[in-house]
């Protein structure tokens, strides 16, 4: 697609506007209209009042990461370190062992992510050949006092829920 | 009594300065302190009842003169290593002091030959801004303009100095 | 000395030291809530006191503690630690004593002695307000220069040069106003004000001087560094400008003394041009020789008022979204019930006023000084609303458009001006 050129005329020029002050009063005109109908009323302020109201997340959001699981509740990962060496951040920390359960041969004994070095790029979640891993929580704030809290292990991954319905998961992945 | 101790205070923090001004070895404290001290005599013209000539002192010494110098000292950025050793400085100075001895007996004396008034308030608009005026524009109009010619000729020539050099550097 | 003579010395002084400190709180929440208004948001208005959170007030009470309590880190670097230390001390206290001769009220008459309504009364007016400012330079001059840091340094170098570049087109434009006036003393100036011409328009500085207003205006914004002339702290450029080196409380005395210097701009402007305290068309002794009426003007005008500002108050102290028991309209309640109480106490003042005040008497003097001094605040307060909308307004200037403008454009038309004022002036004879 080619760019889109867009000629402005160049302003500037005239004796009016060269004498500056008339420009900067119609400029403060503007600046008190928003003033006034603001003081008047302010409920048509552009503002999300946050804490009490949450934004509309996206199912393409990328938000905290979760572990899957098969439908027995074991977990889908086979600690093939796809996602580790995807990772540009390298904020993935996996240790494999043998798998216990019988489903393949190997999963992971441990399976660390720093959120703190995170940068929610979501290769981890394009680079998994099992669809172990996945960013879909829709939890985007998370705050810790201190570096070793943000430090997220296995069981906590695996035990957070999807945020989104199937349907629109999948949907976000089409889009890309 | 009041006026007594405030004018010494003056006169104290007057001295101190120009004190600094030769002691001190970096040029901004020492510009700093010949800024104390326009500001102290400043206080000694206010003593005298001298409005204009206290404000006169405080916007063009105290704050344009002085600003301009200090403005400049900040501009050349001079660290301690930039400043040249002075190792006979001391020697200097002492010399310099003896040397003034004969003019400061000199003055003394002359101090002690003008005679005692009682240095009371003057009367009323004397030192306001309107009676300096007029003794300004009628007794000493000549004088007045031909310093103002004056300074007028050295901001031209300080113009077409700094232009000629400009044109040169293009 | 009477007691009198002292209760007023303690009176006048305290106004004119702490009513500037006390109007940093207007003027940073000012700044805030109206730089958050033209801009479509909310601005601060979360921080509270068991929920009070008196308009964003208590925000300034959050970052004052915050600053109050930072580690106040001194570099290493930094070699001249005293000048280091006394630079924000110079810029604050050269800001707070600039306002000490601007008038706020017009001289009060008690028991037969008069007093001048200033700070330190005396004559000299409009030449103190320059030479303070002047010293303001030091303050910028040593912060950047003995920070060791090479923004500070350019921060102070671009400061600096502007300051004194543009006390010239000031100082001009005031010369043409004194031709008008007559006289440098803020009094006088404020008392010429007063009169009316052809009996309806005031005769304020600025409709005899419109020319040397805007010029005054222009150079007092760059004075107080103020966008569209702040360069020195343009943080596209030079990060913060001076100050980039200090932290905790001498940054706050900084940030301070940008605040009072201009709240000491805006009442020299407002002093000098938009009548001072005089409240438009009533002039001091037409109102102590009406005292009468006035007081009932008030009596009425201050409750229907406040009706208005309390429907106000309710219609935008709620919450924005679905809350139940809505904790702002309890908080609404309380603004509301504090203001009824204010009103009336004062309305029954008015009341004894109107019930046992004679004309010309001290009850009528201070009322009508009381009047003065919020009619100097309301107009002040004006002014620095002034100062906040054009910062949100415009975009900076570069820095040679800047010296251009001081140089090429006001210094010029203040002299014409000074011309044309004084043909006409000597003219008019």
Redesign the interface.
């Known amino acids: 697609m080619a760019a889109k050129v867009k000629q402005l005329p160049s302003r500037g020029g005239t004796p009016a506007e060269k004498v500056y002050l008339i420009e900067i009063f119609k400029g403060m005109a503007i600046t008190l209209k928003h003033f006034l109908r603001n003081l008047w009323d302010n409920s048509n302020l552009y503002v999300r009042h946050y804490p009490e109201v949450q934004p509309d997340i996206p199912a393409r959001w990328r938000g905290r990461h979760r572990l899957l699981t098969h439908p027995d509740g074991t977990p889908k990962c086979v600690a093939c370190f796809m996602c580790q060496t995807n990772c540009p951040a390298d904020c993935i920390m996996i240790k494999a062992g043998t798998r216990i359960d019988g489903v393949t041969e190997k999963m992971p004994v441990s399976f660390t992510i720093d959120l703190a070095e995170c940068i929610y790029c979501g290769y981890c979640v394009e680079a998994c050949p099992e669809d172990a891993i996945r960013m879909d929580t829709g939890i985007y704030a998370f705050t810790s006092s201190n570096r070793e809290e943000m430090k997220i292990g296995m069981t906590e991954m695996l035990s957070l829920k999807g945020g989104f319905p199937e349907e629109e998961y999948q949907k976000g992945l089409e889009g890309e | 009594m009041y006026i007594d101790t405030l004018f010494s205070i003056f006169a104290l923090i007057a001295i101190a300065g120009s004190l600094g001004l030769v002691l001190f070895r ?1 040029p ?2 020492s510009a ?1 302190c010949l ?1 104390v001290t326009m500001i102290s005599l400043a206080g000694i013209y206010a003593l005298l009842s001298a ?2 000539i206290f ?1 006169l002192q ?2 063009v010494y ?3 003169v002085m ?2 110098i ?2 400049i ?3 050349l ?1 001079l ?2 290593k930039d400043l040249p050793e002075e190792r006979e400085r001391f020697t200097y100075l002492i010399g310099g002091a003896v040397l003034l001895i004969p003019v400061a007996w000199f003055m003394i004396k002359v101090m002690k030959s003008i005679p005692g008034v009682k240095n009371s308030i003057v009367g009323n608009g004397f030192g ?2 309107k009676e300096l005026g007029q003794v300004l524009f009628t007794n000493w109009l000549v004088p007045f303009e031909i310093i103002s010619l004056l300074l007028l000729v050295t901001l031209v020539g300080a113009v077409v100095l700094a232009g000629i050099r400009r044109e040169s550097n293009d | 000395m009477t007691n009198l003579d002292i209760i007023m010395v303690i009176v006048r002084v305290s106004i004119s030291a702490f009513v500037p400190l006390c109007f940093l709180a207007v003027c940073v929440t000012m700044e805030r809530r109206v730089a958050g208004f033209i801009q479509d948001r909310s601005g601060p208005n979360r921080a509270g006191i068991c929920g009070i959170r008196a308009g964003g007030l208590v925000q300034n009470l959050a970052d004052g503690l915050k600053l109050a309590f930072k580690e106040d880190i001194i570099s290493e670097h930094v070699e001249h630690k005293f000048l280091y230390v006394l630079a924000p001390i110079i810029s604050m206290a050269a800001a707070i004593i600039s306002f000490a001769l601007v008038p706020f009220a017009d001289t009060l008459v008690l028991d037969g002695k008069s007093y001048v309504m200033q700070g330190i009364p005396w004559d000299t007016g409009i030449l103190w307000f320059l030479a303070i400012t002047g010293f303001s330079v030091y303050g910028i001059i040593l912060a950047g220069w003995s920070s060791t840091n090479k923004y500070s340094l350019l921060g102070a170098l671009r400061s600096a040069s502007q300051v004194i570049s543009y006390e010239i087109p000031m100082g001009l434009a005031v010369i043409s106003l004194l031709i008008v006036y007559g006289s440098i003393n803020l009094s006088d100036i404020a008392r010429f004000q007063g009169q009316t011409w052809l009996g309806f328009i005031p005769m304020w500085g600025i409709l005899l001087q419109p020319l040397a207003a805007v010029i005054f205006i222009v150079a007092a914004f760059a004075e107080c560094n103020r966008t569209p002339f702040d360069l020195a702290e343009g943080e596209s450029e030079l990060v913060a400008g001076f100050h980039l080196e200090y932290s905790a409380m001498k940054f706050a005395v900084f940030f301070m003394g940008e605040y009072v210097a201009m709240f000491a701009s805006s009442a020299v402007i407002v002093t000098l041009f938009f009548g001072g305290y005089n409240i438009p068309f009533f002039d001091t002794d037409f109102l102590i020789r009406n005292i009468k009426p006035v007081a009932f003007v008030l009596l009425v005008i201050l409750p229907v008022f406040m009706f208005y500002f309390a429907k106000w108050i309710r219609r935008n102290n709620r919450s924005q979204y679905l809350r139940e028991n809505d904790p702002r309209k309890a908080e609404a309640t309380i603004y509301i019930r504090c203001f009824w109480i204010l009103i009336a106490i004062i309305e029954v003042f008015l009341l004894a006023i109107l019930a046992f005040a004679q004309p010309d008497t001290a009850a009528a003097h201070l009322l009508v000084a009381l009047m003065q001094i919020c009619t100097f605040l309301i107009k002040v307060t004006l002014m620095l609303f002034v100062y906040v909308w054009v910062r949100w307004t415009i975009p900076r200037f570069r820095y040679d458009q800047l010296q251009m403008l001081g140089w090429q454009k006001l210094l010029p038309l203040a002299l014409l001006n000074i011309f044309v004022t004084g043909a006409i002036v000597v003219a008019l004879g």
Request: hydrophobic letters at 70%; glycine letters at 4%.
């Open positions: 970096h901004m404290q700093l800024a409005k204009l404000l405080l916007i105290a704050g344009a600003a301009m200090v403005f000292i900040m501009f950025n660290r301690e306001s801004i």
